[in-house]
């Protein structure tokens, strides 16, 4: 199995889709003003968190001025932007130990949880193409085969929510009937592993209220609930007498 490193290098080193590597480069040029002399990561974003994470959250893509700016999924765009939303909801779960995400050195660590996204570049108004969806699958693919311990997936907007389905049906693992994204609602996969919808934390969910605090927290500790069954199952069985 190839580690995390591993994975990591080649998704960096990734070339497979012009169109979105000439647009982030382009925007590592241009930048924004509030980050002028900031020097621009303008490559794709492998994911962050615990290698022995529990817990797999699956977003959308990078933000022009945020992951592509910092190299760090959900991170740098703007103080109360959706690295703070999601990393304040880790937090209050126990997942994350500070409840923002600014830039590489602010000393964030996630504990039992994982970040990953459909697609590693920034894409221009946020929208992939499918086929550039499917061209990021393997690094998903990978990534998740270096993170054995995941037992509960969380999906951050539909697009996190059917890579995933798209990911464990290369495996050959379909789940009928299809699960129907929807906040909140739990899915039990073929593989025995939980998917969970999420609203992603998007300015433009937060700000209108389709997304709340209150709704994201329900997500988390719906997770935290099923690791905690999860747990005590193992330990049911590891105490069960041998015949």
């Known amino acids: 199995m190839t580690g995390l490193p591993d994975v990591h290098a080649a998704i960096v080193s990734c070339a497979r889709c012009v169109r979105l590597r000439e647009y982030c480069e382009r925007i590592g040029r241009e930048k924004r003003r509030a980050f002028l002399h900031d020097t621009y990561w303008a490559r794709p974003v492998p994911g962050f968190g615990d290698p022995r994470a529990q817990l797999l959250l699956i977003g959308l893509a990078p933000a022009a001025h945020g992951a592509n700016r910092t190299g760090r ?70 990534e998740v085969a270096a993170l054995p311990a995941v037992r509960i997936v969380v999906g951050l907007g539909k697009v996190g929510f059917d890579a995933y389905l798209r990911l464990l049906a290369r495996r050959g693992i379909v789940a009928h009937p299809r699960p129907h994204f929807d906040h909140a609602a739990i899915h039990a996969l073929p593989n025995g592993q939980k998917l969970i919808g999420c609203y992603h934390p998007s300015r433009q969910n937060t700000n209108t209220g389709r997304l709340t605090a209150p709704m994201m927290d329900e997500v988390f500790r719906k997770a935290r609930r099923l690791l905690g069954r999860a747990a005590q199952a193992c330990t049911l069985q590891g105490d069960a007498p041998r015949r």
Do not use: W
């Not at 932007?81 to 994350?96: E, K, N, P, T, V």
């Not at 039992?112 to 969806?133: M, S, W």
């Open 73 to 142: 999924v959900f991170t740098g765009d703007g103080v109360g932007g959706s690295g703070d939303f999601l990393m304040s909801a880790l937090y209050r779960a126990g997942f994350a130990n500070i409840p923002t995400s600014h830039h590489l050195a602010d000393g964030l660590t996630l504990q039992g949880a994982f970040i990953a996204a459909a697609v590693r570049c920034a894409p221009p108004d946020n929208k992939p193409t499918l086929e550039e969806i499917e061209n990021c699958l393997p690094h998903l693919d990978a």
